[in-house]
């Protein structure tokens, strides 16, 4: 069975300052990897996703995730956090067989000081 | 385009009814999946329809049933209601396949189980 761990599940940052959100996965052989955000009362969005190939992935509002194999990782990094990125972040996971059957991690909770 | 539409917003219910919640995938979409997400956590697989049929399920009890229909919509429904089953419930869309396609969330419908 596959899981995830994200490791804080609120993290606060100054705007402005590196945003790092770290994400655990334990599964028999890698998995496909997301990460999504939620907004207060909207449903999840997807940022980006690693399925193969270069395992530094680019996402959309100027997030980034790398692939550490042998870490068992898929931290998301954005280099300046802006107001604007305060949200719910959900690591996720999904075999390759079933590619849209997702587990979720708990979640982190991103806070962002003026 | 709508995206992924749900239907209600918000349902109260007491312990022992019966709910249905509806789902309207986005448009070219064939696939949907539902996801049960308790407050302060992350959503959890319940089961994904392709071709009006169950394809995958996670681990709910059979409590929870659900139904697609020839244009692809989707009913979740769950019976005899627990405190417990009070949650955000959200219906992704996605393409058929095994694919790590995007699935598209929709806002939710919101369950209070009194």
């Known amino acids: 069975a596959q899981s995830v761990t994200q490791l804080g599940s609120h993290v606060s940052v100054s705007e402005g300052a590196l945003v790092l959100l770290r994400c655990n996965y334990s599964?028999?052989?890698?998995?496909?990897l997301f990460w999504y955000v939620q907004y207060p009362n909207q449903g999840l969005q997807l940022l980006l996703k690693y399925t193969t190939g270069a395992t530094l992935v680019k996402g959309i509002n100027g997030f980034e995730a790398e692939f550490k194999k042998s870490e068992t990782s898929f931290h998301l990094t954005k280099p300046s956090a802006h107001m604007s990125d305060a949200a719910e972040y959900f690591c996720a996971v999904a075999p390759h067989n079933a590619g849209n059957m997702l587990t979720f991690g708990g979640g982190t909770r991103l806070m962002v000081k003026p | 385009d709508a995206g992924v539409t749900q239907s209600p917003t918000h349902l109260i219910k007491t312990r022992g009814q019966q709910v249905t919640l509806r789902c309207s995938p986005k448009?070219?979409?064939?696939?949907v999946s539902w996801y049960q997400q308790a407050l302060g956590q992350g959503p959890q697989f319940i089961f994904q329809?392709?071709?009006?049929?169950?394809?995958q399920r996670g681990n709910f009890p059979d409590r929870f049933s659900g139904h697609q229909f020839p244009n692809y919509s989707s009913e979740l429904n769950v019976n005899a209601l627990l405190l417990g089953d009070s949650a955000l419930y959200l219906c992704?869309?996605?393409?058929?396949?095994?694919?790590?396609?995007?699935?598209?969330f929709g806002p939710g419908t919101r369950l209070t189980v009194t």
């Open positions: 329809y392709y071709e009006e049929e169950e394809r």
């Open positions: 992704a869309s996605s393409l058929g396949g095994t694919g790590a396609y995007e699935q598209y």
């Open positions: 599964s028999s052989v890698p998995p496909y």
């Open positions: 448009s070219g979409h064939d696939t």
